[in-house]
């Protein structure tokens, strides 16, 4: 196996992984869909609301503001010494009090109150509701560590896709530089060097739309992958930096794998 970094940011990472089975490449993103934590709102006590919205739809929207943790510090609630009723390891406290003193006035995720140091909502400017002058909310919610299988407000990434590597190639011989192939291509990757040479500027750019060989009659261009190479891209939605959230997903690929080698042991 073998990973090259493309591009990398906090929420975003690129990477090229070789040498695995379509089935690992799609086991690594679905346990990073599903199964890497991260801590989100998952009870709301309202002590006041009185704006235009009912305490529902309130609570659904809190639980949707990704909250920025170091999840090393907390344990899933079921897996907790509490059994899961919640305590200091399994659950923070969150508080929001505002009263409207104008019409129109905005509340916002930054209203939120952690009394966890360590956690707050990544985007402080997410809108929850519009008040009007004198409405008031007052809210105590509680958050712990969850999985994306259960809810999606857990999951960590607004998106994580891979696909094959593509590998786009010309037959220089063939070729008779009538340029249908570059004035089609989607995204604008094919160069035509002065009716001599032709070329792709990036490989990893191409979509693997085919149109390029369709619309080739001289049959000089393939696009081909290799069926063990992807290109993965991992969007974070900021509640966990991208590289934590894929190292996570393989220690989570690992353990479970370790697990299934322990019952086998078992069996035989
Ligand atoms: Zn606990």
Redesign the pocket.
């Known amino acids: 196996m073998e990973i090259e970094i493309i591009e990398k940011d906090e929420y975003n990472l690129k990477f090229l992984l070789k040498g695995v089975s379509p089935a690992f490449a799609n086991a690594l993103r679905r346990v990073i869909l599903a199964e890497v934590p991260t801590m989100a709102i998952k009870e709301v006590i309202f002590l006041e609301n009185n704006t235009a919205l009912y305490d529902e739809i309130l609570a659904h929207r809190l639980g949707l503001i990704p909250l920025k943790t170091d999840i090393d510090r907390f344990?899933l609630?079921s897996e907790?010494?509490?059994?899961?009723?919640?305590?200091?390891?399994?659950?923070i406290t969150l508080t929001l009090e505002k009263e409207a003193t104008e019409d129109h006035e905005i509340l916002y995720s930054g209203d939120l109150q952690s009394l966890d140091p360590g956690t707050e909502p990544v985007h402080k400017d997410i809108p929850i509701v519009t008040m009007l002058r004198g409405q008031r909310v007052l809210i105590e919610a509680n958050a712990?560590l969850g999985q994306g299988k259960d809810h999606a407000k857990w999951q960590p990434v607004s998106t994580v896709a891979y696909k094959y590597v593509p590998h786009v190639e010309f037959d220089q011989e063939k070729c008779t530089y009538c340029h249908e192939c570059a004035d089609k291509c989607p995204r604008n990757i094919i160069k035509i060097e002065n009716d001599e040479k032709i070329y792709v500027t990036d490989n990893l750019e191409c979509i693997l739309c085919q149109l390029c060989v369709e619309v080739c009659e001289d049959d000089a261009v393939e696009v081909k992958t290799t069926g063990d190479e992807f290109l993965f891209k991992v969007e974070s939605t900021g509640a966990l930096p991208a590289e934590k959230i894929v190292t996570k997903a393989i220690e989570i690929l690992e353990r479970k794998s370790e697990e299934f080698l322990s019952e086998i042991a078992l069996i035989a």
């Open positions: 344990n609630p907790c010494e509490c059994g899961g009723t919640g305590c200091s390891l399994c659950e712990s």
